[in-house]
T-cell receptor, first 111, second 115 residues
Framework: EDQVTQSPEALRLQEGESSSLNCSYT??????LFWYRQDPGKGPEFLFT???AGEEKEKERLKATLTKKESFLHITAPKPEDSATYLCAVQAGGATNKLIFGTGTLLAVQP | DTAVSQTPKYLVTQMGNDKSIKCEQN?????MYWYKQDSKKFLKIMFS?????LIINETVPNRFSPKSPDKAHLNLHINSLELGDSAVYFC??????WGKGEKLFFGSGTQLSVL
């Protein structure tokens, strides 16, 4: 069965303290791995798509990487405005664009 | 100019009632979705429509009925509401449903509370 597990569930960082979020997945035929950011009371907002092992993508203080079993979201020198829930999702093999989400990592960055 | 908008934002109702949530997207996308997010933040797909045609229909009670009058609108009607239906319901859209790596654009959610 296709599955996505994220860790840790919650992470508290000091401003400027770099860290990484993990997304482990089991999927038959990965078509894409996605990272979304969700702020309280809002819908998820797209950050990155990764397609194959070894691929990396960056956006400001965020960098996403992908291996055959997991993805990392590295946050370098975070700021309080980076506080949010970060969701990982996979698009499995099959005909449709059905995403399977993890339960997210709640990140709090304190000034 | 909101890309995916859904109404209402909050919905509080009694068990057994029937309610609807409306969704509209102005992105010109062909595909729309309903996702349910539980109290543990787990997002699970319920339905997907592509050009008004039902494409994805997950294991959802038949009390839930989606309706797509045109490709810019996807409404969700729920009959005989139960306590377990309490959750946040998100509408989303994408360019199409079969593309590899299609990113989703989400609405801001409808928080449904069944008392």
């Amino acid at each position: 069965e296709d599955q996505v597990t994220q860790s840790p569930e919650a992470l508290r960082l000091q401003e400027g303290e770099s860290s990484s979020l993990n997304c482990s997945y089991t999927v038959s035929g990965l078509r894409g791995l996605f990272w979304y950011r969700q702020d309280p009371g809002k819908g998820p907002e797209f950050l990155f798509t990764l397609y194959s092992a070894g691929e990396e993508k960056e956006k400001e203080r965020l960098k996403a990487t992908l291996t055959k079993k997991e993805s990392f979201l590295h946050i370098t020198a975070p700021k309080p405005e980076d506080s949010a829930t970060y969701l990982c999702a996979v698009q499995a093999g099959g005909a449709t664009n059905k995403l399977i989400f993890g339960t997210g990592t709640l990140l709090a960055v304190q000034p | 100019d909101t890309a995916v908008s859904q109404t209402p934002k909050y919905l509080v109702t009694q068990m057994g009632n029937d309610k609807s949530i409306k969704c509209e997207q102005n992105l010109g996308h062909d595909t729309m979705y309903w996702y349910k997010q539980d109290s543990k933040k787990f997002l699970k797909i319920m339905f997907s429509y592509n050009n008004k045609e039902l494409i994805i229909n997950e294991t959802v009670p038949n009390r839930f009925s989606p309706k797509s009058p045109d490709k810019a609108h996807l409404n969700l009607h729920i009959n005989s509401l139960e306590l377990g239906d309490s959750a946040v319901y998100f509408c989303a859209s994408s360019q199409d449903v079969w593309g590899k790596g299609e990113k989703l654009f989400f609405g801001s959610g409808t928080q449904l509370s069944v008392l």
